[in-house]
């Protein structure tokens, strides 16, 4: 690696770092019982939809209310997705005439924006119409990164109130998260998109000569606006097949910056916003320097992987001076396309712009691992954070039984409800994964999609449930996944990933809610602490490993070791 490799990186964590503060800080006063920023604004139309929908705003949840208005919400949200998909060709704004998609891949993709997952298994530009791009899949990008948010409002809310039963108003959280957060950032990113020739139009595709005299058919849409919001809400849906690999959705590396930047932007801030939330901003600190401890790491050791030659290309008489560019856009290079590489899978997000598929055996297994640490490394917008609380949760009590005393967690006990919902939270995903995986590699409908045999096909079968199973929606794209059973069992992998972490995270915010403070004493572990932070992180690390390494073992390991033996 270089030293303008290393400025590149310590660039992007900068900028990322400096946005920390300002965006935590403006998310914790939307989540406030107060009036949030620019409510002279907003607040007008706040309370229009609430009058529309009969809520009443200052009316609290109990955690199970609170729970079964999100079932509710994303369930009819889940309806209206999937017959908008069965039903395409007889719905407008469909110049190419798309016609209906099948039961299971409709399934499939309900399934996928419902759960803020975004695996896709077709190519937008051929398969959907500009109806199902704005009014299917924008409006759940939108809606599904709320829903997140909200649950780890909730959840923080809960760990600070003491002796109440409410966690806050699902309905308030949902309208001022998409209001006052999402929807002026992703304007104003799809301005700042639109101003590098990202396109955003409602226009039939449009006929181009190539300049060997060749004919070309260009795609057009209302791309820009799906990508801001794809990349703010950590959705990660291509609006084009290739996804940020396109030209037309990322067509400059200052595109490709501000796209990489919005990847994380939110997760990051969102921890310095529960740090507020709970009235101790050395938390937040503490969960982000957690976080940072597993990523930084991984961005380093995928540059350095794919910057050295493709092994496979060894025999060839090219030169690989440039390190491994197969699948890699060169506007891009390797240092932008690995960061990129690893801050998707990192944040839950699942957006590309190179080809993991391509990438070196042990290049391509950081971000499937990162993946399988269950969505907790920044994760997804909201989800990633209170995912990782529940990884705390864990911690804290691994930490009570090393030292004999009952845990606590900010002033609250950890008892053995907090600690069964953690562990279903923390073992749901990995579950999920594995099982889904077994049965593609288990059944001749799986099979049929792998393209390569041996340790690569098992790969690209890993990373898929990898993907699913941790509401991620990148692929190692060689495996053809629109088989019934696949798409079927990927359904079902995104749904339980989803719902079986983010109802038990109600739960304990729920229980914790209804606790008194404790005073802290001589034996309180502090969860601020630079120990803890390590602590926290080895857990992670660990939980990960001890499920998925002999997987690894038998996919990019084993591949690897033949690479390199031949």
């Given amino acids: 690696m270089s030293g303008q490799d290393f400025a590149q990186i310590g660039f992007y964590l900068l900028v990322l770092l400096a946005a920390v503060k300002p ?91 419902v759960t803020n997952t975004n695996w896709q298994n077709y190519g937008g530009e051929t398969t959907l119409s500009y109806f199902s791009q704005m009014v299917g899949l924008t409006v759940q990008n939108f809606v599904s990164a709320a829903t997140g948010m909200a649950v780890l409002a909730a959840l923080a809310r809960g760990i600070a109130r003491r002796g109440t039963e409410m966690i806050g108003n699902f309905w308030v959280d949902l309208t001022r998260t998409t209001l006052h957060i999402l929807l002026p950032l992703s304007a104003m990113l799809t301005i700042a998109l639109v101003s590098q020739g990202v ?67 939110i997760p990051t801030a969102l921890c310095y916003t529960f740090g507020r939330m709970v009235g101790d901003v ?33 025999d060839l008489p090219i030169d690989q001076g440039l390190g491994n560019m197969e699948g890699k856009e060169t506007r891009f290079g390797v240092v932008n396309s690995a960061l990129w590489g690893v801050s998707t899978t990192a944040a839950s997000n699942g957006s590309v712009n190179s080809m993991h598929d391509s ?89 049929s999609g792998v393209q390569e045999a041996g340790p690569h096909g098992l790969s690209e079968i890993l990373y898929a449930f990898s993907s699913m199973g941790n509401n991620n929606g990148s692929a190692f794209a060689g495996y053809g996944a629109n088989t019934p059973t696949t798409n079927m069992t990927g359904a079902i992998a995104m749904l339980a990933a989803r719902y079986w972490v983010a109802l038990p995270a109600l739960a304990i915010a729920g229980s914790l809610a209804k606790k008194k403070l404790l005073p802290a004493g001589p034996g309180t572990l502090p969860t601020h602490s630079l120990l803890f932070i390590f602590f926290l992180s080895g857990v992670v690390v660990v939980v990960g490993a001890l499920a998925f390494v002999p997987a690894l073992a038998l996919g990019p390991i084993a591949e690897h070791l033949v690479v390199a033996g031949n």
Wanted: proline fraction near 7%.
């Fill in 282 to 314: 050395r938390q937040g600190w503490a969960l982000l320097a957690a976080m940072a401890l597993v990523f930084v790491p991984c961005v380093l050791v995928t540059v350095w992987l794919e910057s050295g030659a493709n092994p496979t290309l060894a």
């Fill in 23 to 113: 965006l935590g800080a403006y998310a914790a006063r939307v989540y406030s019982d107060g009036n949030p920023p620019f409510d002279w604004v907003l607040g007008p139309v706040e309370r229009i939809i609430y009058r529309a929908g009969g809520v009443t705003a200052k009316a609290e949840m109990t955690w199970k209310q609170y729970a079964f208005a999100l079932l509710a919400f994303n369930g009819a949200g889940f309806l209206a997705l999937y017959f908008s998909l069965r039903l395409q060709g007889l719905l407008p704004f469909n110049p190419r005439g798309f016609v209906g998609i099948e039961p299971h891949r409709a399934f499939n993709i309900t399934a996928s924006f």
């Fill in 199 to 265: 396109v955003q139009n409602l226009s039939d595709y449009r006929p181009a000569t190539t300049l060997e005299g060749g004919q070309e058919l260009l795609p057009m849409g209302p791309a820009a606006s799906q990508i801001a919001i794809k990349q703010l809400g950590t959705n990660g849906g291509g609006f084009f097949n290739v996804n940020s690999a396109h030209p037309l959705e990322n067509p400059t590396p200052v595109s490709n910056l501000l796209q990489m930047l919005a990847i994380l932007l």
């Fill in 359 to 447: 990438f070196t055996p042990l290049g391509g297994l950081v971000p499937m691992f990162l993946m399988q640490l269950g969505e907790v490394v920044f994760g997804g917008v909201g989800s990633g954070l209170y995912g990782m609380l529940m990884f705390v949760i864990f911690s804290v009590f691994l930490a009570g039984l090393m030292v004999g005393r009952t845990p606590e967690y900010l002033g609250k006990k950890v008892e053995a409800f907090e600690v069964k919902m953690a562990s279903i939270a923390v073992l749901t995903p990995p579950a999920v994964v594995l099982l889904g995986a077994a049965i593609a590699t288990a059944t001749p409908d799986g099979l």
